[in-house]
């Protein structure tokens, strides 16, 4: 598991890759960020193709972070998860260990239904420039609800959570509800948080932008979120509308419910300045209140 908290730069990274690359030394301080709104179809190797060239598409574009959508293989629903998971390293790994070495940029690749162990999780992989997997994060939170005469929906009736987290910002759709894990994220020093999710057409219109606003200005960090496209004729018809929004807590780039990429040129100069005009970060009290983390030691 990954523990470095990191910004983006066109210096030499620590792994050694040149090029656009997510590090720790900040000479740069503006990057151009990638959301891919991707249409998923039931045919994964089609849902392979088209993600691998909306990554080419984003990174001829200038983009050195390219965010593909919750569950970008799949359908999503429980009754897919089973038929579409793979082991990490897999197909779908693979295609995005390619597309960021071949097109020199980072890829937060979304989701995947993944099988380890005779279990299945929600598991987000994120590849650097030179190819290597820099990190595996599975879905904390798993997405249970019952909205009487609306939708029901229960993820843990196929999938387990996972019970770590890293410090690069990444969560799953329904972990951004959980305010206490931006919270973390933020006070390891994360600048961007990201969000590959599939809201629906019941909670997208009430709570997906809100959310993402408020985790946004709470943390003063730049939040990303991506979807899949709209589906009409699906089994479950995901909201679409992937957003980037600023630590002001303005909405700075948003797809509709059509496949696209937008972008989004992150500064991290102008997060620095919010987070002087509005020092909450030092302002905080520690005798009073905290949010802590205990880790096991597990990955």
């Known amino acids: 598991m990954l523990v470095c908290c990191y910004t983006v730069s066109r210096c030499v990274a620590a792994d050694g890759a040149d090029g656009a690359a997510v590090t720790a030394c900040g000479c740069f301080s503006e990057f151009r ?30 983009s050195a ?10 359908p999503y629903g429980s009754s897919f998860f089973s038929k579409y998971a793979e082991e990490i390293p897999g197909e779908s790994t693979q295609m995005l260990s390619e597309a960021a070495r071949e097109h ?10 993944e099988e380890d162990g005779g279990k299945l999780y929600n598991s987000c992989t994120v590849f650097g420039p030179d190819g290597g997997m820099i990190l595996k994060h599975r879905k904390i939170h798993l997405f249970d609800i019952n909205v009487p005469g609306k ?14 987290y890293c410090k690069v910002g990444v969560g799953i759709c329904y972990d951004m509800r959980f305010a206490e894990l931006a919270q973390i994220y933020s006070r390891k020093g994360c600048q961007l948080l990201v969000y590959p999710g599939a809201f629906n057409m019941t909670t997208g219109p009430a709570h997906w932008e809100l959310l993402q606003r ?17 589906d009409e ?20 780039s948003k797809a509709g419910p059509e496949e696209a990429i937008i972008y989004a040129d992150i500064d991290l100069q102008y997060l620095s300045d ?26």
């Open 274 to 299: 919010i987070r002087q005009q509005i020092p909450i970060t030092v302002q905080r009290r520690e005798d009073l209140y905290t949010v802590t983390c205990a880790q096991d030691g597990s990955s």
């Open 33 to 62: 960020l990638a959301v891919v709104q991707l249409q998923v179809r039931s045919v994964k190797a089609d849902n392979l193709s088209r993600a691998r060239r909306l990554v080419k598409e984003a990174a001829g574009q200038g």
């Open 233 to 252: 004729s699906a089994s479950y018809v995901a909201w679409g509308h992937s957003t980037v929004v600023s630590p002001w807590g303005e909405v700075i």
């Open 104 to 113: 020199k940029v980072y890829v937060v690749g979304g989701s995947i239904p």
């Open 151 to 164: 939708i029901c929906f229960q993820e843990s009736e196929t999938l387990s959570p996972g019970n770590t």
């Open 214 to 230: 408020a985790r946004a200005l709470d943390n003063q960090v730049f939040v990303a979120t991506a979807s899949p496209a709209r």
């Open 65 to 74: 972070v390219v965010l593909l959508p919750e569950c970008f293989n799949s």
